[in-house]
């Protein structure tokens, strides 16, 4: 397959990801794509049509009627569940959790897996996940690994919710983070972890993605692209 540009960004969930992703793409003028916005798409639809995500032949089954699409609209990326825009209805507890079971599952990865490399090939792509550097894209000239603690990042989604009126326990969301943690970097298949060629960064001492952001940039200026 053709290969074109590539910034993979990894890191576990609540690091600031997607917001430094974005930021990234718009600065530099590329497209992002948001990796976990397709499981999470695959997971609301085995939660909407009542199948037990657990069982591995069933949601196999379903996969053959599972089309995703990432479309950008105006800068924004929207996701569509076959052909229905479900960008905000991903965004639950509920779905979170379910996005880590199913991408525990190998044929679930098979499919989004080639889906994600054809959408980078030949293209300028910010894109962030778990495995984009050590798997999808291993060829991208620019990967980071994003981290922070799990306290800090479960701190930082309590303080999310509250300012969206969805005030949660810290000890629930703790939870929560910990055991998809646990999920994404002890699975089977393409678990969460850094590539060997990948720069480390923290987002530990209160950086913001503004600052992770910067940080980007400045790694792709420096390095000449
Ligand atoms: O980044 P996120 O929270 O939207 O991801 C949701 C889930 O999808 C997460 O628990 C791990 C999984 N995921 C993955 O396994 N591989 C990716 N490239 C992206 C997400």
Same mark, same amino acid.
């Given at each position: ?35 976990? %916005? ?40 929207? +996701? ?40 980078? %090939? ?31 990042? %479960? ?21 929560? +983070? ?48």
């Amino acid at each position: 397959m053709k290969k074109g540009f590539a910034i993979a960004i990894d890191g576990p969930g609540g690091v600031g990801k997607s917001t430094a992703a974005r930021l990234v793409a718009q600065e530099l003028g590329m497209a992002y794509i948001d990796t976990g %916005a397709m499981y999470r798409a695959v997971a609301l639809y085995q939660i909407e049509n009542g199948i037990n995500m657990y069982n591995d032949e069933k949601l196999e089954r379903s996969l053959k009627d599972i089309a995703l699409e990432i479309v950008n609209d105006g800068g924004v990326q929207k +996701i569509l569940l076959n052909g229905r825009d479900v960008t905000d209805l991903i965004r639950t507890q509920e779905v979170s959790e379910g996005a880590s079971v199913v991408a525990a599952n190998l044929r679930v990865r098979e499919k989004l897996v080639a889906q994600q490399k054809q959408m980078a %090939a030949a293209g300028r792509v910010v894109m962030d996940g778990r495995d984009i550097g050590t798997h999808v894209l291993p060829w991208a000239q620019i990967k980071i690994y994003l981290d922070a603690p799990p306290e800090i990042r %479960a701190q930082r989604r309590v303080l999310e919710l509250e300012e969206k009126g969805q005030p949660e326990d810290y000890k629930h969301i703790y939870a929560g +983070i910990v055991a998809r943690d646990k999920r994404d970097r002890s699975r089977k298949h393409n678990p969460l972890i850094q590539a060997e060629d990948a720069v480390y960064l923290s987002t530990a001492q209160n950086e913001s993605p503004k600052d992770t952001a910067r940080d980007i940039v400045n790694i792709y200026e420096e390095r000449g692209y």
